[in-house]
């Protein structure tokens, strides 16, 4: 059974930094695919299979990616963070191996962690 758990999320003020965690179990091998997720719009994703993607957006070079490979934990590092940032954030998973940002190809969500960012 695949279960995804986010943590991470806080009030911070604009220009300061979060981590957001997601810890995964269920998945076989290595044969599925992670992503994060604002709200329903796709930022990162990847696939220790065969490798990692990400969006062009307005987060793009302040949220980085990365996964702790040995505890299954994905880590989602939000530096100079902005009011925008606001909103709720979600982990994804699925079994199918596409590198994908489109939340429509992922079948297993976490109960999401939501981040308040103000000026």
């Known amino acids: 059974q695949v279960k995804l758990v986010e943590s991470g999320g806080d009030s911070v003020q604009a220009g300061g930094s979060l981590r957001l965690s997601c810890e995964y179990s269920g998945f076989t091998n290595y044969d599925y695919c992670l992503g994060w997720f604002r709200e329903r719009e796709g930022l990162a994703t990847i696939c220790p299979s065969y490798g990692s993607t990400d969006t062009a957006g307005s987060w793009k070079g302040r949220f980085f990616l990365s996964r702790d490979n040995a505890r299954n934990i994905l880590l989602l590092e939000m530096t100079d963070l902005k009011p925008g940032d606001t909103a709720d954030y979600y982990c994804?998973?699925?079994?199918?191996?596409?590198?994908?940002?489109?939340?429509?190809?992922?079948?297993?969500w976490g109960q999401g962690t939501h981040v308040t960012v103000s000026s």
């Open positions: 994804a998973g699925t079994r199918r191996p596409i590198l994908s940002l489109d939340a429509h190809d992922y079948d297993y």
